[in-house]
């Protein structure tokens, strides 16, 4: 394995605009979608962008901080699934929907 | 145009391709199987970058863990399938996509623009091989430079998880009080009895 991939490796620029069209199209499911459901998976989504982009940089400067700030993010990630599917839960108990636009108690 | 080249292009093309599936589903199951495979296509990244730990983590915890939470969190609040109604905001999806089109313009023609100049940190692969393999280097990077933050991400699961519970749990007496809903979302006759 330490041979193609070593000599000529991936520009950095691919990563960049592969996580910056990953990161748009999780934009565009946190923005247009009405599903709390599909709201959280473009969360991740756009997380993940994060990720590659990281992982990216941190081959590209032979720097292992970069790859150890994505587990960071993976623990972030982790902790944001279980709070947002926990108030999920809580918001189908009482109000037996799942569209956000419903949710407007607070006239926001 | 080397093989890993190639191979980015096909995993890169795949993973947006899943995520512009997962965000246009209707069926949430079907997202759900979509996003799984752009992160499998995404650790397949991980690999052709050599950060064949985080791809490992990626798989593991991504497509497995969080995603497997997503799922028996579906399954336990039986939500029925969204045929009819509207899945996207009526007023605001336009502009919405075309001001995320925008944006992605505006990152494409500030990256056109950028040249990057590697610093060289070390870790190079024949240094890492060298010393035991990318897990060894990767930990003991892991643990000497990023000690306290790992500790503090330990706590801030541990935060997340007595949220979860505290959120989800139903209150002993007077719980029913606090259950209101809209009049005009009353609940069938049939989810309302399951529910008590």
Same mark, same amino acid.
């Given at each position: 394995m330490t041979g193609a991939p070593a000599d000529m490796p991936i520009p950095v620029d691919w990563y960049l605009y592969l996580s910056a069209v990953l990161f748009i199209v999780g934009a565009v499911g946190v923005l247009t979608r009405r599903n709390l459901f599909i709201i959280l998976f473009s969360l991740e989504l756009m997380l993940n962008a994060v990720n590659i982009n990281l992982v990216g940089f941190s081959r590209f400067h032979e720097n292992?901080?970069?790859?150890?700030f994505v587990i960071f993010v993976m623990a972030i990630a982790a902790a944001e699934a279980a709070v947002g599917l926990a108030i999920a839960t809580v918001l189908?108990?009482?109000?037996?929907?799942?569209?956000?636009?419903?949710?407007d108690r607070m006239k926001g | 145009m080397t093989v890993s080249k190639v191979l980015f292009i096909i995993f890169g093309v795949l993973a947006v391709f899943g995520g512009i599936g997962a965000i246009t589903r209707k069926n949430i199951v079907h997202a759900l199987l979509l996003l799984v495979f &752009?992160?499998?296509?995404v650790a397949a990244i991980f690999f052709l970058t050599q950060a064949y730990f985080l791809a490992m983590v990626?798989?593991?915890?991504?497509? !497995?863990?969080? #995603?497997?939470?997503?799922?028996?969190v579906i399954m336990l609040l039986n939500l029925r399938t969204y045929g009819e109604e509207e899945q996207t905001h009526r007023?605001?999806?336009?502009?919405a996509l075309v001001l995320s089109i925008l944006v992605l313009a505006e990152?494409?023609?500030?990256?056109? $623009? #950028? $040249?990057? &100049?590697?610093? !060289?940190? !070390?870790? $190079?692969?024949d240094f890492i091989a060298a010393n035991g393999g990318s897990t060894k280097v990767f930990g003991i990077e892991l643990f000497n430079q990023m000690l306290l933050p790992f500790e503090v991400a330990s706590v801030v699961l541990l935060v997340a998880m007595v949220g979860a519970i505290i959120l989800v749990k139903k209150e002993k007496s007077g719980g029913e009080a606090t259950r209101t809903w809209e009049p005009g979302l009353q609940p069938s006759a049939e989810v309302a009895e399951e529910e008590v």
């Open positions: 292992l901080v970069g790859q150890n189908y108990r009482n109000r037996r929907t799942l569209m956000v636009d419903l949710f | &752009t992160f499998l296509n990626q798989i593991l915890v991504y497509a !497995g863990a969080i #995603m497997v939470l997503f799922i028996f007023k605001q999806r336009w502009i990152f494409v023609c500030v990256l056109a $623009t #950028m $040249t990057f &100049t590697a610093v !060289g940190g !070390g870790f $190079t692969p």
